[in-house]
């Protein structure tokens, strides 16, 4: 029995995420980082090429938040292409910034955070074909955050709900097929929760759990248990 451990967004903390990579059980055999890692904030060529070596020592790879340059994701050995499906799961990056207005484009914010209608498009089409069995997304269906933040005010707007590509694309997909596993990042809370029949797990900062891939069994740490019962 082989696990995967899934980790929240890392904003660049790169030393607080080597900790969480430290020692991991033996039945963790990869990582995978859930967006928001902090890539492309002006950190230079050697922040970028260790945590690469970092993330390969663990054989870990991360999908792009909206607080990751696209552009230079792609330049990242450990990075996850939007869309990639593997191992009965999919993969899609990027969200909305609802910090938008305190950013500077090009420096810490991106035209392109989001994928565009076109490339989502593709992207449910191949969804449809392939229902995956598990999605690994950096924001969720719109219905999900309804739900898990939105109505209970435990999100940065309150009880607002911004409709955005992502989220509106990702609730194309989920009313499409509704996959066993759904694990994202985005908005800092942890959550476990069914929805329709899919078990949609968000993980805050740096926060992880550790998932066996065939039976979609997950092991939290205590302080993260404790934490979600409130």
Known sequence: MTKTRFVGDAHGMKYELSLVLDNLPEDVTEVIQV???GVGFGQGDYWHESLDEMMKSVNGKFIRGNHDSP???????SWIPDGLVQN????????WSIDYQWRTMGL?????????????????????????RVMVTHDCPESVSLEMFIKTGNSLAGTTQFKTKTGAALQAMFEIHQPALHLFG??????NEIINGTRFICLAELSYCDVDMDTLEVTWPEYQVERMKR
């Open 71 to 77: 552009a230079v994701c792609k330049t990242m050995q």
């Open 88 to 95: 009965d799961a999919m993969f899609i990056g990027g969200a």
């Open 108 to 132: 810490d914010s991106w035209e392109d955070e989001e994928l565009s209608h076109t490339e989502f498009n593709e992207l449910i089409d191949v969804y449809d074909l392939v229902r995956p």
């Open 35 to 37: 967006g928001d890692m």
């Open 186 to 191: 985005h908005w800092h809370r942890d959550k």
